[in-house]
């Protein structure tokens, strides 16, 4: 299968620091990424869609000055958590979307685990 | 909204024991249907697929088929193994959601030798 590429898979990072997470496809374009939150036993939220060369779409409830998020190139999306506290640790999960004539699907990036202290 | 609802767990099953995690959607579309798979300290894996009603889908042993009339993609394996041990989530997609992924709360499997 496709691969996907996230980086770092773990970040440790004072309160009022940012943190940068990329997400890269490896061996496919991808024009749009999606970026969720995965809270301890819990399942995946998605935060944004990430679409090449335009702005990101947020879902209800997520704060874009807070996680901003840069889609620069096909195989690039970059997530920056901004001033982070204690309550943004977390899993943070990329997926890139291939597609290849009418068939679709969505690749994962191993996940970042982010604690702030 | 349309959404996703699975069997809580953890699941604990003896190795070569029978598996089924129900899956329930609502969809006011025809959404396509998922199973992911991951495993510890790692990102989802597509596990199955089916896109349209009475499609199964299988890999690795699991099975899972589209049931439109009672909305349902339950997911089974017939004889699991400890490599299985995993957290499995459910979810649908498709074109008319924008491609979006909408999970359900996933389901631990843990499966003792």
């Known amino acids: 299968g496709a691969v996907v590429s996230q980086h770092p898979s773990w970040v440790i990072c004072k309160s009022g620091t940012s943190v940068k997470i990329e997400c890269r496809s490896l061996d496919f374009q991808a024009t749009t990424m999606f970026w969720y939150r995965q809270f301890p036993k819990q399942s995946l939220m998605l935060m944004a869609t990430?679409?090449?060369?335009?702005?990101?779409?947020?879902e209800q409830g997520v704060e874009k000055d807070k996680f901003l998020i840069n889609h620069a190139s096909l195989t690039l999306s970059t997530l920056t958590v901004t001033s982070a506290h204690p309550e943004d640790s977390s899993f943070y999960i990329c997926s890139a979307l291939r597609m290849t004539g009418l068939n679709t699907e969505a690749f994962f990036g191993q996940g970042t685990r982010l604690t702030v202290v | 909204g349309d959404s996703v609802t699975q069997m809580e767990g953890p699941v604990t099953l003896s190795e070569e024991a029978f598996l089924t995690i129900n899956c329930t959607y609502t969809a006011t579309g025809y959404p396509s249907l998922f199973w992911y798979v991951q495993y510890p300290g790692e990102g989802l894996q597509l596990l199955l697929k089916a896109t349209k009603a009475d499609d199964k889908g299988s890999n690795k042993g699991f099975e899972a088929t589209y049931r439109k009339e009672t909305t349902s993609f339950h997911l089974e394996k017939g004889s699991v193994q400890v490599s299985d041990s995993a957290v499995y989530f459910c979810?649908?997609?498709?074109?008319?959601?924008?491609?979006?992924?909408?999970f359900g709360a996933g389901t631990i499997l843990r499966v003792k030798s």
């Open positions: 979810a649908l997609s498709g074109r008319e959601y924008g491609n979006k992924l909408v």
């Open positions: 990430s679409n090449e060369g335009s702005k990101a779409t947020y």
